[in-house]
């Protein structure tokens, strides 16, 4: 090989090595941590419901059938976009979707859904976000598809979209409820 | 899509360093401190040399010691609470890879996932070694036959 050339072989090599990381960057959120806790039984639970704190919601009510869990936050901005998409398409889903409040005023909280709506079946709060560490939650919104025998099956980071609900929620959907009618 | 609670603190970050650029601050050191009571300055030691090794989930570039982010203030609290509980450092490290997996740890484990993270750099500075090693010895080939030319071939291709 023409030695004058390994100069530009190297430039070459560089370049394609920082053109590959930002083209990998450009379809991977760093911030998006993946779960450990995907598969595995969702973590013991009871937390307050937000509209009457004197009453409590775990893992042990929801258990024999399987639901979304959605965490939100009326201090959370992207959870004003994903709001429509549940408004809209929460019933589509078919399962019960349970409202995680994160970190949350729960005066700020119902004044939020309120005035935006409310798209879930049942809304518990987490003020200190000790149960939400359990889920290894990192923020809001994040959504959690929880089977009938209380197991992790998917979590998505960042505001549900339809196209999410189409190729990732109601397939795993429509086969968890495959599963149960065996 | 991002924004997430990352805008607010990394806003937070901006503030405190600003407020450290004043001079403000300057007599203490720049912990993100909530007020914790450790029993004795060795406690303490512990508690921020273990912080400083665990990343924080939200603004990822920041340790969970230096983290302004309320997850963070959490984190910290919890990794308190199981100092006091007794739980050793590595205890605490899985409790937390346990839920938000290796990307807590700043120093990731060895697996098969891993392998390229920590022997890339050596494979790349043995790839770069060897190459040197190949032109150094084709130019002392050279050089003897360069000393004996009436003139020197200066501007030939291996010259650069």
Redesign the interface.
Known sequence: M???L??LAGFALVFALLGFGIYWSQSH???E?????IGKPAPQFSLPLLDDPAKKVGSAELAGQPYLLNVFASW???CRDEHPILMSDGKRLGIKLVGFNY?DEPDDAKRWLAQYGNPYDVIIADY???IA????????PETFLVDAEGVIRYKYI??ITPEIIATELLPRISLLKQQAAK | ??????HSCERLALLARFALFCGILVSTPAYAVDPLPFKNHSEELRFQALTKQLRC??C?NESLADSNA??AA??RR?VFQQMQAGKSDDEIKAWL?????D?VLYDPPLHAGTWLLWFGPALVLLAGGA?IIV?VR?RSRLAPLQANATKPVGDT??D?
């Open positions: 023409n030695a004058r390994l100069p959120d760093p911030r941590v993946p779960s450990p806790l959370c901005f992207a970190k200190p976000g000790n560490i359990d889920f290894g939650v990192t923020g809001a960042s505001p | 899509m991002t924004w997430r609670l990352f989930l939200v990822q309320p997850l959490d984190l919890d890879t346990a839920r938000y997996s990307f190459a032109v084709r291709e291996e650069w």
